[in-house]
Nanobody, 122 residues
Framework: QVQLVESGGGSVQAGGSLRLSCIAF????????MAWFRQAPGKEREWVGS???????TYVDSVKGRFTISEDNAKNTLYLQMNSLKPEDTAMYYC????????????????WSQGTQVTVSS
């Protein structure tokens, strides 16, 4: 079992930056995928990006070059650095984990954080 605790959301103006953190409590197996998802009101949950147990990252096209996923294995912490934020990035953000290779469908992730709100004003 893994418990994910997220922090770091807030409100910023367009062009600003935020960093989200997600601490994993519990045992992580050698093969895993950690991902960030977001969900805006009235919209489906959207995959933002992932990092696998080899350290490889992938991103949705809309955030490439602006968002960076990283991890500190010593701290069991996942990060999402968000730069050049846009109003369309406004959403509830979640981190998620699974003990298999990375996929983009939210329903394939077993473990979820509580979510944190990110609001970007124009």
């Amino acid at each position: 079992q893994v418990q994910l605790v997220e922090s770091g959301g807030g409100s910023v103006q367009a062009g600003g930056s935020l960093r989200l953190s997600c601490i994993a409590f519990g045992n992580m197996y050698s093969t895993y995928c950690m991902a960030w998802f977001r969900q805006a009101p009235g919209k489906e949950r959207e995959w933002v990006g992932s990092i696998d147990s080899e350290g490889r990252t992938t991103y949705v096209d809309s955030v490439k070059g602006r968002f960076t996923i990283s991890e500190d294995n010593a701290k069991n912490t996942l990060y999402l650095q968000m730069n050049s934020l846009k109003p369309e990035d406004t959403a509830m953000y979640y981190c998620a984990a699974r003990y298999r290779s990375c996929v983009k469908e939210w329903y394939n992730f077993a473990y979820w954080s509580q979510g944190t709100q990110v609001t970007v004003s124009s």
